[in-house]
């Protein structure tokens, strides 16, 4: 079995070509992407939140795994980055897409509104965890990527990762699986 050959979304290519015309580096790989794929066709009329949009390279592995009565919204600060992902996935009525501060977008949302959350920027993720892991519905999966150590990280992000992932295994509202795979995965599911 060789996991790294998937049927990959039909705009992904795309994407890819746009995003290397730019300094974005933080885009979802093809491991993680199947993942969310398989994880979001898990939840027929789901409610999906990635908290990261990027150039939409996550985003467009979510739509191909979502059926035609799921709704995603998908929240990035940076105008330049999200119009790649806007450009090529805007045309698509399920996802909706947000461009401002996570802070302030994670703190404007009801509780239990959400299926899934895939959180890849420091809001959701570093900050403000515990407001967006409210927003999961019993039953929901809270998703983080990009925990296996990196050359290329700052010094003091590998400590902010050590602390997550034991605020999470603290937590006795999640059931959690850590995956040393791709780029150092964490799946949790809420539980009533």
Same mark, same amino acid.
């Not at 060789?2 to 990959?8: E, H, K, P, S, V």
């Given at each position: 079995m060789?996991?790294?050959?998937?049927?990959?979304p039909a705009l992904l290519t795309q994407i890819e070509e746009a995003t290397r015309a730019t300094d974005f580096t933080m885009q979802s790989d093809t491991l993680t =992407?199947?993942? *969310?794929?398989?994880?979001?066709?898990?939840?027929?009329? =789901?409610?999906? *939140?990635?908290?990261g949009t990027g150039t939409g390279m996550g985003t467009a592995w979510l739509l191909d795994g979502m059926d035609t009565a799921s709704r995603l919204v998908t929240v990035d600060k940076n105008e330049r980055y999200n119009a790649i992902a806007r450009h090529f996935l805007s045309g698509d009525a399920r996802v909706t897409f947000h461009t401002g501060d996570g802070v302030a977008f994670i703190r404007s949302q009801q509780?239990?509104?959400f299926d899934l959350i895939f959180a890849d920027m420091p809001p959701g993720k570093f900050e403000l965890l515990d407001e967006t892991l409210a927003l999961l519905r019993p039953g929901g999966l809270y998703i983080i990527d990009d925990l296996r150590p990196l050359e290329s990280w700052e010094p003091a992000h590998e400590p902010r990762v050590t602390t997550l992932i034991a605020t999470l295994e603290q937590r006795s509202d999640l059931r959690i699986c850590k995956l040393n795979w791709s780029t150092g995965l964490l799946i949790a599911t809420r539980i009533a």
């Open positions: 060789i996991d790294t050959q998937a049927i990959l =992407g199947s993942l *969310l794929r398989t994880l979001v066709a898990s939840k027929p009329e =789901g409610n999906f *939140l990635e908290l509780a239990g509104t």
